[in-house]
């Protein structure tokens, strides 16, 4: 069994006892039986906190949105409003569960639940700090687009099953939109792959430091440019505005879950809100420096040095710090998403296609040659380091 | 329990069902899920004799190119699909009896 | 014991997941069942280490293909017109009890054959004890772009002539009516 946050956890003094002692009263070598308890465990942190990060996602979008629109947003539910989400998960829950008669059974059943394995199976590579990672796979990155893409699926299966022109509508749009923007974001994913010289997140993270002028943002320009390209298309990728035409409401009620109620319709709306905590995570991950923290705090060796502390006390202040990284950046992005979404109008179809196919693939191309000559020619180096260095000779020559 | 007789026996599941569907069905996308399971089958062949036999990374590049070419007939074939669709209102394999419109 | 067990999941929904495909009487879910079949053999190949092909298997089927096949449903549905163009009755699009027993028949043909090929490895089952999967990643890059790099080059203009190709056939044409 092979995951980080076990190999992590199996440093602790703690664990090696307990091992031992479940070996001993066991009878038999317990080991592999304690990575499985402590694996399944951290799997059920994962996404429970993932979870209420979804139901935070809601409550965080109707206050930011009344924020923007001069209102003043739930505010009765809790200290701000902040159990708003509970009382409609409580809400969703008790609805009924209202299947249509012309629908097809089994897709409608099926696609909610699609959906969310789509997105609860990316969780798994997302790197919450060196430590905290639930595996760090050597296709990591790859594994994720796989992954994501379940939920192009979903959308077009409800879409399909609710026998419904609306929902077949929106689940054709978004099952034609999620596929076409798949293409410039994982160019754009290849570019910065060339850039790091690995497809596992560990390696991708690595290859940046904790400074902004060592991340890979700000490498060389055409990665600056693919940071955008990026966080576009996952914004269409997501269906969220502007590009959150399956779910339009002026011209499709609300696109493919118009039939679905209760908490399928509660499924849907997590998967979405999840899907965009993982793609600001990702966009973290490639171009923002993902977990590393300045002056290596992360690994704790400064701590032990000039404070003489305890090692595992050290390396375990260092996870909580890259974590505090990871997710002050990730939801920085998200913060920006949901600004997007309630400061801009919504594309026509056309548009949308005419954006994805003429103005993002091509400059994402362009950003793949561009990354390779830069890696070639300046012999991976980023803007930062060539600047620095032609500085020093300068200031050398005098 | 993983071996190669496992795996073979798996693919040659997959290539009947294949045969199953190509055979039985007469609308042409089932037909070409069939076709899919049938490169599956293969590919999964692949990959099995280069882990068991001698691990020699090219039994993967060969499921790879498999896997691409799958890739490109499926879209080839359902952009044929619907242009004969489109000629004949049908997807029926009898309908296409004849080379000429 | 783990691998055991995802090799055991992985097989079931395969297998399973292509019973499914040729038993069932909706295309629709015929195209779902196939979507868990690919999922069940990215399992087994992830079993064997093949953790490149496993993911590119979840790319190119799960997001390519099986959108593809449902796109094309869609946009092929809705006629039903059971007589051919000499008014005698069509077979039905998913199959009768005819077409299934020719069916059979071939199936019985092709898996007597592939048994007796089969036949020597099932025989002779080795049971050394296999080797550690090692990462495969950079192993294919390297013999992607060295020994196959001939190959490498052909797929992808079999790709780009697939695309162009896909794009003129499926154009609705006008009528030009001067």
Request: charged letters at 10%; aromatic letters at 12%; proline letters at 2%.
């Amino acid at each position: 069994m092979n995951s980080t946050v076990v190999t992590y956890l199996s440093q602790s003094k703690e664990l090696t006892l307990a091992t031992e002692w479940l070996t001993k009263a066991l009878g038999f070598n317990a080991s592999s039986l304690v990575a499985f308890i402590v694996f399944a465990v951290v799997c059920l942190i994962v996404v429970g906190v993932m979870s209420t990060i979804g139901g935070l996602g809601t409550y965080a979008e109707r206050k930011i949105s009344a924020d923007l629109q001069m209102r003043v947003g739930p505010n009765r539910v809790g200290p701000y409003g902040i159990l708003q989400f509970l009382a409609d998960g409580v809400k969703m829950i008790l609805k009924e569960d209202i299947i249509p008669s012309g629908a097809d059974r089994f897709t409608f059943i099926l696609a909610p639940f699609l959906c969310l394995i789509g997105v609860f199976a990316t969780l798994a590579v997302v790197p919450f700090s060196s430590g905290f990672m639930l595996a760090d796979l050597n296709v990591g990155i790859f594994y994720l687009l796989g992954m994501a893409s379940l939920v192009g699926v979903g959308v077009f299966l409800g879409g399909y099953a609710s026998n419904s022109k609306w929902s077949m509508l929106g689940g054709m749009r978004g099952a034609s939109q999620i596929i076409s923007y798949e293409i410039p974001a994982t160019i754009t994913i290849i570019s910065i792959v060339l850039l790091a010289g690995g497809l596992s997140m560990g390696t991708l993270i690595g290859g940046q430091g904790g400074m902004p002028q060592q991340w890979y943002l700000f490498h060389n320009p055409f990665s600056f440019i693919g940071f955008f390209i990026f966080f576009i298309a996952s914004l269409a990728e997501t269906n969220r505005a502007p590009f959150d035409l399956p779910e339009a409401e002026s011209e499709l009620v609300s696109g493919y879950h118009t039939e679905y109620s209760g908490m399928r319709f509660g499924l849907f709306a997590l998967a979405e809100y999840i899907e965009v905590f993982v793609v600001c995570g990702v966009a973290t991950a490639l171009f923002l420096g993902g977990y590393k923290v300045p002056f290596d705090l992360g690994t704790g060796s400064i701590l032990v040095e000039k404070l003489g502390m305890d090692e595992m006390l050290a390396k375990n202040l260092g996870q909580i710090l890259e974590i505090g990284s990871f997710f002050t950046k990730t939801l920085g992005l998200y913060y920006v998403v949901i600004w997007v979404r309630w400061t801009l109008p919504r594309l026509r179809v056309d548009q949308l296609m005419t954006l994805c196919w003429k103005y993002l693939t091509p400059i994402a191309i362009f950003n793949l040659l561009g990354c390779a000559v830069w890696m070639y020619a300046f012999d991976g180096k980023s803007i930062y380091s060539l600047l620095f260095e032609s500085v020093a000779s300068v200031a050398g020559h005098h | 329990m993983i071996n190669l007789g496992t795996y073979l026996g798996i693919s040659f599941a997959l290539f009947i069902c294949g045969i199953l569907v190509m055979v039985a069905r007469k609308n042409i996308i089932a037909i070409l899920l069939g076709i899919e399971l049938i490169l599956n089958a293969s590919a999964l062949n692949f990959a099995a004799y280069t882990k068991f036999s001698n691990n020699n990374i090219d039994g993967h590049i060969m499921s790879l190119f498999i896997i691409v070419t799958a890739a490109a007939e499926a879209a080839v074939g359902l952009g044929i699909v619907i242009r004969f669709f489109q000629l004949r209102e049908s997807i029926h394999i009898d309908d296409a009896a004849s080379l000429q419109n | 014991m783990f691998t055991n067990t995802l090799f055991l999941l992985s097989a079931a929904l395969t297998i399973g997941g292509a019973f499914a495909v040729v038993y069932s009487e909706n295309l629709m879910h015929a195209c779902i069942f196939l979507l868990a079949s690919f999922f069940g053999v990215a399992g087994l190949y992830a079993c064997i280490g093949a953790d490149f092909l496993a993911a590119t298997q979840l790319v190119v089927y799960a997001g390519g293909v099986v959108i593809l096949m449902l796109f094309a449903i869609m946009l092929t549905g809705g006629t039903a017109n059971n007589f051919n163009r000499f008014g005698l009755e069509k077979i039905a699009a998913m199959g009768n009890k005819k077409t299934y027993f020719m069916a059979g028949i071939t199936a019985v043909v092709s898996s007597l054959v592939l048994l007796k090929i089969i036949a020597n490895v099932l025989r002779n089952q080795s049971s050394a004890a296999l080797e550690a999967n090692l990462p495969t990643v950079e192993r294919i890059g390297t013999v992607l772009a060295t020994d196959h790099i001939l190959a490498f080059e052909i797929s992808s203009v079999l790709l780009l002539g697939a695309l162009i190709g896909a794009a003129v056939i499926s154009r609705p044409r006008t009528e030009k009516n001067d």
